[in-house]
């Protein structure tokens, strides 16, 4: 596989990240070994969930550890490795590949804040707020809910599979996409929304209640 141009904006976490004294090539190695690279498979997933490509996820994994090796000193052990290489790989998305991956036809964000708005508040009273790890389609894993997660836009397939698929908080979540915490909860409720209209027919035709 090539190795890609490093970018130089966007890609780490910027907080602190000059605090910590360099480690030594030996220290370097042992911290990617212990702290990064058993991540290496959710990397994979992760990548592979964005790009929907194979030889494009492997691109991208490769360019996420080798960013995640170049600026290890900014990595403070002891904390979640997973988040610091998931953010690292979203920039990395952004800024090298997302120009190079075919994506799905842009959804309308008017349309969907008009649909959101009109629906917000029957949701919330019944609290009918769909969560792909909790009531809603408990043991669904077929062609019809990957291709619905696929069809998403960018960024709402983002949220899905970091909170859904992954298990961040919205703090951790909000950290990795760099937006508020108030925005992770709008964009996930949005897309949460989209996904269960997209699959409200199969789940029914599976016997879940998707209501």
Same mark, same amino acid.
């Given at each position: 596989?090539?190795?890609?141009?490093?970018?130089?904006?966007?890609?780490? /976490?910027? /907080?602190?990240?000059?605090?910590?004294?360099?480690?030594?090539?030996?220290?370097?190695?042992?911290?990617?070994?212990?702290?990064?690279? /058993?991540?290496?498979?959710?990397?994979?997933?992760? #990548?592979?969930?964005?790009?929907?490509?194979?030889?494009? #996820?492997?691109?991208?994994?490769?360019?996420?550890?080798?960013?995640?090796? *170049?600026?290890?000193?900014?990595?403070? *052990?002891?904390?979640?490795?997973?988040?610091?290489?998931?953010?690292?790989?979203?920039?990395?998305?952004?800024?090298?590949? *997302?120009?190079?991956?075919?994506?799905?036809?842009?959804?309308?964000?008017?349309?969907?804040?008009?649909?959101?708005?009109?629906?917000?508040?029957?949701?919330?009273?019944?609290? #009918?707020?769909?969560?792909? *790890?909790?009531?809603?389609?408990?043991?669904?894993?077929?062609?019809?809910?990957?291709?619905?997660?696929?069809?998403?836009?960018?960024?709402? $397939?983002?949220?899905?599979?970091?909170?859904?698929?992954?298990?961040?908080?919205?703090?951790?979540?909000?950290?990795?996409?760099?937006?508020?915490?108030?925005?992770?909860?709008?964009?996930?409720? $949005? #897309? $949460?929304?989209?996904?269960?209209?997209?699959? $409200?027919?199969?789940a029914e035709s599976m016997g879940y209640?998707?209501?």
């Open positions: 596989m090539s190795v890609l141009p490093i970018a130089q904006e966007n890609m780490l /976490p910027t /907080p602190e990240e000059q605090e910590f004294s360099a480690p030594n090539d030996s220290e370097k190695n042992t911290i990617f070994t212990a702290e990064l690279m /058993p991540h290496i498979d959710s990397m994979y997933n992760f #990548a592979f969930k964005l790009t929907l490509s194979e030889h494009d #996820a492997k691109d991208l994994v490769q360019d996420t550890y080798l960013k995640a090796y *170049r600026f290890i000193a900014s990595f403070e *052990r002891g904390t979640n490795a997973k988040a610091w290489l998931f953010k690292i790989m979203k920039n990395s998305f952004i800024n090298d590949f *997302r120009k190079k991956t075919k994506q799905p036809a842009k959804i309308d964000y008017q349309e969907v804040e008009n649909i959101y708005n009109a629906e917000a508040a029957e949701d919330n009273a019944n609290n #009918a707020s769909f969560d792909l *790890r909790a009531d809603s389609l408990p043991d669904m894993i077929g062609d019809e809910v990957t291709t619905a997660i696929n069809s998403l836009d960018t960024d709402f $397939r983002m949220v899905i599979i970091l909170c859904d698929l992954e298990g961040f908080t919205y703090e951790e979540m909000a950290k990795i996409l760099d937006i508020p915490v108030g925005t992770v909860r709008s964009r996930l409720h $949005r #897309a $949460r929304y989209i996904l269960k209209e997209k699959l $409200r027919n199969y209640n998707s209501e």
